[in-house]
């Protein structure tokens, strides 16, 4: 049997993660109670059959007599409580810590009804009061575990003056003291294995937990890394505006002179450094257009297979490269909505293997269920072991240049925003990158929070 047991949301080491989206820590908060409201469902159909073993035994076996009629009821009573959980968890209302704390309260006094048609608290298995304050205390929020103690307390005093004694058979050797020692061993065992299995889950699930919140940790600190690496970029950009007028501005005189004009050389040169500088304020109006730029505004309609292909036509007219494979097998075609953040991150991948294999870069389009999945290949030495293993993390770079590692990690960053993951192989001969993006991140329905 296979029991989750996630711990409560009230938590106070969740409380300094920042949620996901809207509605975020609502959401978790409720599911995290659906798997406890779960988890206490499987335990009371545990409860069930223990509970009508140990009746069958008690009563058949050692012919104690017992009222039956009584304890089924109590035992129908679980059972209906059950199907009433799974109904709960098959709507949509939301699972509270409270409705908790009432399932345990209903389980403790299923049990103390239990206890007290068989001898209150003499019953050797009243010590299972203390299973259930332990999953109170892994399950439920301090003040209801503290109330759940001080209803167990008082139910085991309620024992002790007010109950059904039942009349033990004496034959066989048989006696009161090792009827009962027979039940604490039982009870024993029973209490200790479920406690081991209960506990060891949450262990795990805290391991889990702990692994998670660093992960969101790490996530935050690399998203703040990119918020001020796009200030740096926005302020550049601006500072860059001036400068880069006055040079155009200067090779237009230049071009107007007639020693320029007399050399044809010369004024070739000139041409090409104006195109040049036409070129960089095209860049730098990109920046800043892209860091001031919201989802829907300015933004232009197209499908994948148009956009793919005039991304890769323009980055092979800019960067010019030897030999360029380009297969786009997406079919079929879908709308979406063109993201200069999504070109600047293909161009980066493609920059990347370029730079890896001037003489060669291979770049497939396909589509896998919901999914856009881009591959990049190079034929160059591939990804070192170390490289390899931390991709996607800042300054993770062969190229020895300072901020070198900076395009792959704003790659994995942005396809993560999207939803999308990204994966690196080597190859026989080269290396692989693979984007798989999610296409209701692509298209008017699927924009992302920013």
């Known amino acids: 049997m296979s029991i989750s047991i996630a711990r409560p949301h009230h938590d106070k080491r969740f409380l300094t993660v920042p949620p996901t989206g809207q509605g975020g820590a609502a959401s978790n908060a409720d599911v995290t109670n659906r798997k406890n409201l779960l988890l206490l469902i499987q335990l009371r159909w545990l409860a069930v059959a223990g509970q009508v073993l140990t009746i069958l035994v008690t ?10 009629t009584e304890m089924a009821g109590v035992v129908l009573f679980l059972v209906g409580l059950n199907i009433f959980s799974l109904l709960a968890l098959r709507g949509n209302r939301r699972i509270s810590n409270a409705q908790l704390f009432v399932a345990l309260i209903f389980d403790m006094a299923a049990l103390t009804t239990q206890l007290y048609l068989s001898g209150g608290a003499s019953n050797p298995f009243v010590s299972l009061y203390l299973l259930q304050i332990t999953l109170g205390a892994a399950l439920l929020a301090p003040w209801s575990t503290w109330l759940l103690v001080v209803a167990a307390s008082a139910c085991f005093v309620f024992l002790i003056f007010v109950f059904q004694p039942i009349a033990i058979p004496h034959h066989g050797g048989s006696d009161l003291l090792a009827l009962h020692l027979r039940g604490m061993f039982i009870c024993f065992v029973l209490a200790a294995g479920l406690i081991v299995i209960f506990m060891t889950r949450i262990n795990r699930n805290l391991r889990e937990r702990d692994a998670y919140l660093a992960d969101l940790r790490q996530r935050s600190a690399e998203e703040d890394h990119i918020v001020r690496m796009g200030l740096l970029a926005s302020g550049a950009a601006h500072e860059l505006g001036t400068p880069l007028s006055t040079i ?13 004009k007399r050399n044809r050389e010369l004024s070739e040169d000139v041409v090409e450094m104006q195109a040049q500088v036409e070129r960089c304020k095209s860049i730098v109006t990109g920046i800043l257009m892209s860091s001031g730029q919201a989802r829907g505004e300015g933004t232009i309609r197209t499908t994948i297979r148009r956009f793919l292909d005039d991304l890769v036509q323009e980055w092979r007219v800019s960067r010019q490269p030897l030999k360029l494979d380009y297969g786009n097998g997406f079919e079929p075609d879908e709308q979406i909505v063109s993201d200069t953040a999504l070109m600047q991150v293909i161009f980066n991948v493609l920059d990347n293997a370029q730079e890896a294999s001037h003489h060669w870069v291979g770049i497939t389009a396909e589509r896998l269920d919901e999914k856009l999945v881009l591959s990049v290949e190079d034929r160059g030495p591939g990804f070192d072991k170390d490289i390899l293993a931390a991709l996607g993390q800042p300054y993770m770079s062969s190229k020895g240049r300072p901020g070198g ?13 999207l939803g999308g993951d990204v994966s690196a192989r080597n190859m026989a001969k080269g290396a692989c990158v693979t984007l798989s993006l999610p296409l209701a991140a692509l298209t008017d329905g699927g924009d992302r929070e920013t």
């Open 59 to 68: 009563r058949y076996w050692f012919a104690i007599p017992l009222p039956l």
């Open 248 to 260: 155009s501005v200067i090779l237009s005189d230049w071009r107007q002179m007639r020693g320029v």
């Open 405 to 417: 590692g900076l395009g792959l990690f704003l790659v994995f960053n942005v396809v993560r925003k």
